[in-house]
Structures are given as structure tokens and as C-alpha cells.
């Protein structure tokens, strides 16, 4: 099975403090997301990467920053975390379908929910 | 506009129900079309992937209408473990980007 691990489930931060949300995969996927998931909005993509060290900004990069040095990490980093910063973040990996142009179904973390006060 | 719509719900069906639920996207290239589950404070999990037309796993099907740019999911025999948000989930490439529905809620009561 797929795993995909994020490092913690619940975290509360002072806001100015700056936060690393770190996300492993074991099934050697090309594509690894990061969302964030709040009430009404559903999930919005923050950053995605489909190699090591590429990045693409997703729908709301604001305030966050992302680095992926191996293939199966994948980071997500608050500079300065603020209060409308807290929410459930979730970490996702897929990979490509062999000879096509369609992709696996994405794999999440358990996700971890923030708080920032 | 959304890249993808759903009915927010909330659906409150009896056990032994038929539900559907309908989604609509906005980008004709997109290529790869799911139905995710998820509970309560959990992660999504996938549901049925569909790739084609459709697709049938025991109790749920899956419809894809690419002329209407839109996909279904048919709930036969509601259990009250059925009870949960559905998320509907397209894949565009190039671009290779997930887009998700809001959800739809769903409760099964006895």
C-alpha cells in the first residue's frame, strides 16, 4: 500500500513563528501536493512539485514556501505563521499511468491540523 | 467560475436508498476523473477512479459525460457507514494539477 506520511496531526504555533510541515512518501511518485482544507472552501491547492527541486505555485502561495530536495520529501513552510494561517493541511502524492497522459488518483496523508494563536 | 461544482448537500436518505450525486468541471482537456470519500476530520480516500465512461465497483457507479462535462455518482443500497462528504476530483494535464469539489454531504439514517 501507498504511504503517505505527514509528521504531525496537531501543532499549535505562536503567530510570527515560522513552521515546517513535512510530508513522506514510499511509492517513488513524481507529483507531491500540498492543500489546505477549510470549512466551505473544500481544498485548495497552496504548492505542488512533479520532480526534485521543482516547485509550481497552486491557488493561494501566499505566506508559504515549499522545498523538495529528495524525491520522496516534500516540505511546506510557514515564514511567518499568522492566525489565517490555521487550518487542516494535507500532503498528497500520484504518479503517472505507465504510457499515458493520465495520472494515479492522488494519495493523502493523514493530514495535520494547525493552530496558530 | 469553479473548475469543479457540486451540490453541496446536505443529503439525509433512509437506509436502503438510491442517492446520486452530480459534479460538473470547467476544463474540456481534463483527463482523469475520481470520486474520493472522506469522514469526518480524516483524509480523503479514494472511492473509483474513471477513466472512461464509467466505472462500477459492487454498490457504486460511476458515470463520465465528457460531451456535458460532467460525472455522477450512484449510491445503491445506502449503509449507514455510507454516511460521509463526497468529493469529486479532476486531473487536467498538461498542468497536472488536482481540482477538487467542495464535497457533497451525505447521511444515512435509519
Known amino acids: 500500500d501507498v504511504k503517505v506520511t505527514q509528521s504531525s496531526r496537531y501543532l499549535v504555533k505562536r503567530t510570527g513563528e515560522k513552521v515546517f510541515l513535512e510530508c513522506v512518501q514510499d511509492?517513488?511518485?513524481?507529483?507531491m501536493f500540498w492543500y489546505r482544507q477549510d470549512p466551505g472552501l473544500g481544498l485548495r491547492l497552496i504548492y505542488f512539485s512533479y520532480d526534485v527541486k521543482m516547485k509550481e505555485k497552486g491557488d493561494i502561495p501566499e505566506g508559504y514556501s515549499v522545498s523538495r530536495e529528495k524525491k520522496e520529501r516534500f516540505s511546506l513552510i510557514l515564514e511567518s505563521a499568522s492566525t489565517n494561517q490555521t487550518s487542516m493541511y494535507l500532503c498528497?502524492?500520484?504518479?503517472?499511468?505507465?504510457?499515458?497522459?493520465?495520472?494515479?488518483?492522488?494519495?493523502f496523508g493523514q493530514g495535520t491540523r494547525l493552530t496558530v494563536v | 467560475r469553479k473548475e469543479v461544482e457540486q451540490d453541496p448537500g446536505p443529503f439525509n436518505v433512509p437506509e436502503g436508498a438510491t442517492v446520486a450525486f452530480n459534479c460538473t468541471y470547467s476544463?474540456?482537456?481534463?483527463?482523469?476523473f475520481f470520486w474520493y470519500r472522506q469522514d469526518c476530520r480524516k483524509e480523503p480516500k479514494l472511492l473509483m477512479s474513471?477513466?472512461?465512461s464509467g466505472n462500477e465497483d459492487g454498490r457504486f457507479t460511476a458515470q463520465l459525460n465528457r460531451a456535458s462535462q460532467y460525472i455522477s455518482l450512484l449510491i445503491r443500497d445506502s449503509k449507514l457507514s455510507d454516511s460521509a462528504t463526497y468529493l469529486c476530483?479532476?486531473?487536467?494535464?498538461?498542468?497536472?494539477?488536482?481540482?477538487f469539489g467542495t464535497g457533497t454531504s451525505l447521511t444515512v439514517i435509519p
Open positions: 476530483v479532476v486531473n487536467t494535464t498538461p498542468g497536472n494539477q488536482f481540482y
Open positions: 476544463n474540456s482537456a481534463s483527463q482523469s
Open positions: 511509492m517513488d511518485h513524481e507529483n
Open positions: 498528497a502524492s500520484s504518479s503517472v499511468l505507465t504510457g499515458t497522459l493520465l495520472v494515479t488518483e492522488a494519495f
Open positions: 474513471v477513466y472512461s
